[in-house]
């Protein structure tokens, strides 16, 4: 019978909004037993951005499937006892409050290991120690302050945000990482142990490319990149790829805000390139036929592909490119991806039914084992598991448990 790669793992979610809930509901997909511990009042995220009236949000539910739910004040005496029970009956608990929160709770690292010394604690920070710890951490200030909207936009306009979340579930992937390492090194040594991941330093990580062309900026300019003018910083360079083999979107007909190819050229494509766009003469031109004449060219070079593709619909550009092993992608639309019926084949957008919600669209398990499958289910209600949890293994008794909830323990 096939098992999951975490079942077994009982892992304290004690995190809220996304940086944190990202990584739990990966943890959960991978087969943990995670238990979201909230406020009686709940995940803030509950209600923001909602779109139907007294249901969760698509921000809560989408990053909270195959949780369990339970409700604890942990500013009560009593609070405090259940969540000290909590903590030793778990492997892994993971908190992105402020800097200090869950000290200030009475749980310090030194309190926590007491209780449960093969316990992994990860906690997700804005930042690592130093001047910036107790700056208020959003996803775009940690692209800002990661190297990432530095380096993103065009070089005659603004600092740009990208749209993928790299700040909040890039750092959520990030503790995962830890978490994982830290739990197999607990097989080795029977020891749980802290980890701390900051979200400017996942941004950073996913930024090194930016970091190697700033080295790379003292000895000259950089020539796949196309900018005219460099200074002593990387520049903002658009949709060019900044790698090896330059690439670009290029406009496809009619013109809508996505009708986008990305094109890569590379040396092996340059002659097939030049017979689609009607140009083969280009192909054996020496201001033209290498890499290194076409680099100093790279903006004409995608000019005279763009008067091709812009006569012709996305999906027949990509047709024809591919044809001739050339490496495109077209601009695919948020609702573009939600009706592609590959992703939803591949088990990447999956449609799961919520009590409150209905139906409903969330994004899938990215991460594919052949032993451990995955089933997305309806993210928990506020309070669903407490009974569960509470008298089912903690031996609370059905008494106690009504006592706390009308004194605002639960």
């Known amino acids: 019978m096939t098992t999951k ?9 004690m995190t809220h909004v996304q940086s944190g809930p990202s990584a739990t509901q990966l943890m ?3 087969g943990a037993d995670v238990v ?21 949000s698509l921000y809560f539910t989408m990053l909270n499937s195959n949780k369990r739910s339970i409700t604890l004040n942990t500013k009560t005496e009593r609070g405090k006892q259940l969540l000290t029970e909590l903590i030793r009956r778990s492997d892994v608990m993971v908190e992105n409050f402020g800097p200090g929160a869950v000290d200030r709770m009475g749980f310090t690292w030194d309190r926590i290991r007491e209780i449960n010394p093969r316990i992994v604690y990860a906690s997700i920070k804005g930042f690592g120690d130093g001047p910036y710890t107790a700056f208020k951490a959003y996803e775009v200030v940690a692209q800002a302050m990661g190297g990432s909207m530095a380096t993103t936009g065009f070089e005659d306009g603004p600092p740009m945000a990208t749209g993928a979340q790299i700040g909040d579930s890039g750092t959520g992937i990030h503790a995962v990482a830890a978490v994982l390492a830290a739990l197999l090194q607990r097989t080795r040594t029977g020891r749980g142990q802290r980890v701390n991941v900051a979200m400017q330093h996942a941004v950073l990580n996913l930024c090194r490319v ?8 003292a000895y000259g300019p950089l020539a796949e990149y196309p900018n005219e003018d460099f200074g002593d910083e990387v520049p903002r360079s658009g949709n060019a790829s900044g790698g090896g083999q330059p690439g670009w979107a290029v406009r496809c007909a009619p013109g809508g805000p996505n009708d986008y190819v990305y094109v890569i050229v590379q040396p092996a494509g340059w002659q097939p390139l030049t017979r689609l766009i009607g140009r083969p003469e280009l192909a054996d031109d020496p201001e033209w036929s290498t890499p290194q004449a076409r680099l100093p060219k790279l903006a004409k070079m995608f000019q005279l592909i763009e008067e091709w593709t812009s006569t012709l619909p996305k999906w027949e550009v990509l047709e024809r490119l591919n044809a001739e092993n050339i490496p495109c ?3 695919l639309s948020t609702r573009e991806i939600i009706e592609d019926s590959s992703l939803a084949a591949n088990e990447m957008v999956v449609e799961v039914e919520h009590p409150e919600r209905g139906s409903y669209v969330t994004v899938g398990n990215p991460l594919k084992l052949s032993d451990s499958p995955v089933e997305i289910t309806a ?14 293994e903690l031996g609370l008794g059905d008494e106690e448990l009504r006592l706390l909830k009308s004194t605002g323990v639960i």
């Open 36 to 56: 979201k511990l909230e406020a009686p009042a709940g995940d803030i995220t509950r209600t923001q951005l909602r779109d139907i009236p007294d249901a969760d």
């Open 5 to 13: 790669a975490l079942e077994g793992i009982r892992v304290l979610d």
């Open 210 to 217: 930016k970091l190697r062309d700033q080295q790379r900026l």
């Open 329 to 331: 992608g077209p601009i």
């Open 28 to 30: 959960a997909w991978l």
């Open 379 to 392: 993210s928990p209600l506020l309070g669903e598991h407490n009974a569960e949890i509470y008298v089912g």
